[in-house]
């Protein structure tokens, strides 16, 4: 049995219960999870060690990388300009960043870059990562190349690239990076321990991920891969999980993949979302920016991650082919290896689930849906 600690509120003991048995049944090593209800912590729990070997807790300020989990935080980011009249999500990116407009880019629109579908799935020039630490250089190539297909026409996972397209904007609207920008205006506002680019003095209580195979998307891998294909070329740079654990990627903003946090900082950050987009006695989101979140961009079978998703503004959404709660203006994300980040805003509350042993799934895995059918089952007693 592995200890939990923390604290769960009553009426959601089978929260805590599911987040237990993922230990026991689901193979998790090291983890947290924790659920704010109408902007208030509800659950707020963690276990397990750091390594397989069990010499060293999980603690409760623990953090870890949790890969595209960070979109929620750079989209939230794009989102709060929404809403303050200095982001128009329906004009042209090139109103706010001139040199995006080359390379037959005019008619792509902020939502795009928010949803998936502007065509910029990767980098046309084949890439280290290393070059992702290099902010202009990776900005500057995608503003210089061509789309690979017609924008909102279809969604293709922007996997790596969405982080430097929304964070550029945000630059490029407010003077600061977008790690900074969310810094000042969510994590420190909600108490949020959670970091696009995380300084010397968080190395201590980072906890390194427990590696899955390298990164490849759907119709990538296996057998000899067409390098025309859009899911290769989405594969650039090709990430290994061992990446995280180096010093520049800590360092790097990369808003795409590299945040640092767990579930507690998850979801603080998040909540504002679920409560309606003002939480904690912050107004982050005006509720017209709240309704635009679900207002559906692409449906169907997403060009690189070849499974069917549902993008709205900001956010995967739920959807009836591929439900993931029992009400309807849901909006999630997840990150490779498993992490899992959910808004509910018709039940009121954000759950999120970090772990250290990544699974093979691009955008989560059955272990956070464990804990969110919890969440639903406690809600409904």
Same mark, same amino acid.
């Given at each position: 049995? @592995?200890?939990?600690? /923390?604290?769960?509120?009553?009426?959601?003991?089978?929260?805590?219960?599911?987040?237990?048995?993922?230990?026991?049944?689901?193979?998790?090593?090291?983890?947290?999870?924790?659920?704010?209800?109408?902007?208030?912590?509800?659950? #707020?729990?963690?276990? /397990?060690?750091?390594?397989?070997?069990?010499?060293?807790?999980?603690?409760?300020?623990?953090?870890?990388? @949790?890969?595209?989990?960070?979109?929620? %935080?750079?989209?939230?980011?794009?989102?709060?300009?929404?809403?303050?009249?200095?982001?128009?999500?329906?004009?042209?990116?090139?109103?706010?960043?001139?040199?995006?407009?080359?390379?037959?880019?005019?008619?792509?629109?902020?939502?795009?870059?928010?949803?998936?579908?502007?065509?910029?799935?990767?980098?046309?020039?084949?890439?280290?990562?290393?070059?992702?630490?290099?902010?202009?250089?990776?900005?500057?190539?995608? =503003?210089?190349? !061509?789309?690979?297909? !017609?924008?909102?026409?279809?969604?293709?996972?922007?996997?790596?690239?969405?982080?430097?397209?929304?964070?550029?904007?945000?630059?490029?609207?407010?003077?600061?990076?977008?790690?900074?920008?969310?810094? #000042?205006?969510?994590?420190?506002?909600?108490?949020?321990?959670?970091?696009?680019?995380?300084?010397?003095?968080?190395?201590?209580?980072?906890?390194?991920?427990?590696?899955?195979?390298?990164?490849? $998307? /759907?119709?990538?891998?296996?057998?000899?891969?067409?390098?025309?294909?859009?899911?290769?070329?989405?594969?650039?740079?090709?990430?290994?999980?061992?990446? &995280?654990?180096?010093?520049?990627?800590?360092?790097?903003?990369?808003?795409?993949?590299?945040?640092?946090?767990?579930?507690?900082?998850? =979801?603080?950050?998040?909540?504002?979302?679920?409560?309606?987009?003002? =939480?904690?006695?912050?107004?982050?989101?005006?509720?017209?920016?709240?309704?635009?979140?679900?207002?559906?961009?692409?449906?169907?079978?997403?060009? @690189?991650?070849?499974?069917?998703?549902?993008?709205?503004?900001? $956010? /995967?959404?739920?959807?009836?082919?591929?439900?993931?709660?029992?009400?309807?203006?849901?909006?999630?994300?997840?990150?490779?290896?498993? &992490?899992?980040?959910?808004?509910?805003?018709?039940?009121?509350?954000?759950?999120? $689930?970090?772990?250290?042993? %990544?699974?093979?799934?691009?955008?989560?895995?059955?272990?956070?849906?464990?804990?969110?059918?919890?969440?639903?089952?406690?809600?409904?007693?």
């Amino acid at each position: 049995m @592995v200890d939990v600690s /923390g604290r769960c509120d009553a009426g959601f003991e089978k929260v805590k219960d599911a987040f237990a048995q993922n230990f026991e049944r689901n193979g998790d090593v090291g983890a947290s999870c924790a659920v704010a209800r109408h902007g208030e912590l509800v659950v #707020d729990l963690w276990g /397990g060690t750091l390594d397989v070997e069990g010499t060293t807790p999980w603690v409760e300020d623990t953090i870890i990388n @949790v890969f595209s989990t960070t979109k929620t %935080m750079s989209c939230l980011s794009l989102l709060v300009l929404a809403s303050r009249g200095q982001v128009d999500v329906d004009a042209p990116v090139h109103r706010y960043w001139p040199e995006f407009e080359q390379a037959g880019k005019a008619n792509v629109l902020v939502r795009h870059l928010l949803s998936h579908t502007a065509g910029l799935a990767g980098w046309d020039q084949r890439l280290d990562v290393a070059d992702l630490y290099d902010w202009d250089k990776a900005c500057g190539l995608l =503003a210089a190349q !061509e789309p690979w297909w !017609e924008p909102g026409w279809k969604s293709g996972y922007h996997g790596i690239s969405q982080g430097n397209l929304v964070g550029e904007v945000v630059r490029r609207v407010d003077g600061r990076s977008v790690g900074r920008f969310f810094d #000042d205006e969510v994590a420190k506002p909600f108490a949020a321990d959670f970091h696009i680019g995380t300084g010397p003095e968080h190395d201590a209580r980072i906890a390194p991920v427990i590696p899955a195979p390298p990164l490849v $998307y /759907g119709g990538a891998g296996g057998g000899t891969p067409d390098k025309a294909s859009i899911p290769y070329r989405a594969s650039n740079p090709r990430l290994a999980a061992e990446d &995280s654990w180096t010093i520049p990627w800590r360092r790097a903003e990369i808003p795409a993949a590299g945040g640092h946090g767990n579930a507690r900082s998850v =979801a603080l950050a998040q909540c504002a979302v679920s409560a309606g987009g003002s =939480a904690r006695g912050v107004d982050l989101l005006t509720p017209a920016t709240v309704d635009r979140i679900f207002d559906v961009q692409a449906a169907g079978r997403d060009l @690189v991650l070849g499974i069917g998703v549902t993008f709205g503004v900001g $956010y /995967g959404l739920n959807s009836p082919r591929a439900p993931i709660s029992p009400n309807a203006r849901v909006c999630y994300w997840g990150g490779w290896g498993g &992490s899992l980040v959910v808004n509910d805003v018709d039940a009121g509350f954000t759950m999120a $689930y970090v772990m250290n042993r %990544m699974g093979e799934g691009t955008v989560g895995d059955d272990r956070a849906h464990t804990i969110l059918r919890a969440c639903y089952e406690a809600l409904g007693d």
